[in-house]
């Protein structure tokens, strides 16, 4: 349950970026937004090393929004910086198509991963990749037919392997940080 409800809130908190950035004129707001919550964050980050006992409470009192071990970095702080890399370098379509693979894909893989996963894959499952791939390619499905963004569907199923894999890779970099970035920079180099 606490697994569901920290993807859920990172869905629900996430999507401001992309939703953000679709409907406004420029970059600058979005941007704007994610510095300051970085700076937020950053906060939290040194407090969490600097006050252990404070972390714990912030934990026990999130209602398994929160991690008790934390990598190097939270989860959030990574997909804020994540958010503001790829907002700042990228095409505008390509950046949000990007920080849309990665929520929903990252909640997939985690939710069918923790529940069905029995084939491992590293620290990860076969079927936890498999939904993160399956979700990403109804996402590109979605944004090739019915939405504003104009990218041609191979282009964005490109976007959606380079997401997958890097996910499932077994390397020590939160993949909140990595994935949206592999995907677009996948999907710019074809565009």
């Known amino acids: ?5 920290r993807k859920f809130f990172r869905i629900g908190a996430g999507i401001v970026f992309p ?6 004129p420029n970059k600058i707001i979005v941007e704007m937004l994610i510095l300051y919550l970085l700076g ?3 906060t939290i980050e040194v407090m969490r090393y600097i006050s252990p006992p404070l972390w714990r409470t912030l934990v026990e009192h999130s209602k ?11 989860g959030t702080t990574a997909l804020l910086i994540s958010n503001a890399v790829v907002i700042a370098f990228f095409n505008k379509q390509v950046a949000i198509v990007s920080l849309i693979f990665m929520l929903f894909g990252d909640a997939a893989a985690a939710v069918i991963g923790t529940k069905y996963g029995k084939v491992k894959i590293g620290d990860k499952t076969l079927e936890g990749s498999l939904a ?4 990403t ?3 590109a499905l979605i944004f090739s037919q019915w939405t504003g963004i104009r990218i041609h569907l191979i282009i964005l199923i490109f ?12 390397i020590e970099i939160n993949d909140n940080l990595t994935v ?6 996948v999907m710019q180099i074809f565009i």
């Open 1 to 5: 349950m606490k697994l569901k409800r």
């Open 19 to 24: 939703l953000v950035y679709y409907f406004s």
């Open 40 to 42: 937020v964050m950053t």
């Open 64 to 74: 398994g929004i929160l991690k008790v071990r934390e990598g190097m970095l939270t």
């Open 132 to 135: 993160f791939f399956i979700t």
């Open 137 to 139: 390619m109804v996402i």
């Open 159 to 170: 976007g959606a392997i380079a997401a997958t894999v890097t996910e499932a890779l077994p």
């Open 180 to 185: 949206a970035l592999a995907a677009a920079i």
